[in-house]
């Protein structure tokens, strides 16, 4: 399985950006899928998580800024990043969880200006 992030950018401090995760294979059905976020000098957070039924997790700089949503029938898992701060620059990565093994994306670069 192989997860291809993209969307990221450079992007002034209260704006938004939408980065898209998708899957080679037709895994959304018995996957959760995940964002994680890795800031400069820092290690690598959880930011978001999506059930394979829709059910959604946020950690508390995500929550009420961020939105999870998930496409199964384009393999495809979303983050919206909305009122941007600074401090949300970092490398973002998406992630699968419940197969056999973990799988990651190659990670998509965001940074926020003040």
């Known amino acids: 399985v192989q997860l291809q992030a993209s969307g990221g950018g450079l992007v002034q401090a209260g704006g938004s950006l939408r980065l898209s995760c998708t899957a080679s294979?037709?895994?959304?059905?018995?996957?959760?899928m995940q964002w994680h976020r890795q800031a400069p000098g820092k290690q690598r957070e959880l930011v978001a998580t999506?059930?394979?039924?829709?059910?959604?997790f946020y950690a508390d700089s995500a929550k009420g800024r961020f939105t999870i949503s998930r496409d199964n029938a384009n393999n495809t898992v979303y983050l919206q990043l909305n009122s941007l701060k600074p401090e949300d620059t970092g490398v973002y990565y998406c992630?699968?969880?419940?197969?056999?093994?973990?799988?990651w994306g190659q990670g998509t670069q965001v940074t926020v200006s003040s």
């Open positions: 294979e037709n895994i959304f059905s018995i996957a959760a």
């Open positions: 992630r699968t969880i419940g197969l056999s093994r973990d799988y």
């Open positions: 999506i059930s394979r039924v829709g059910s959604t």
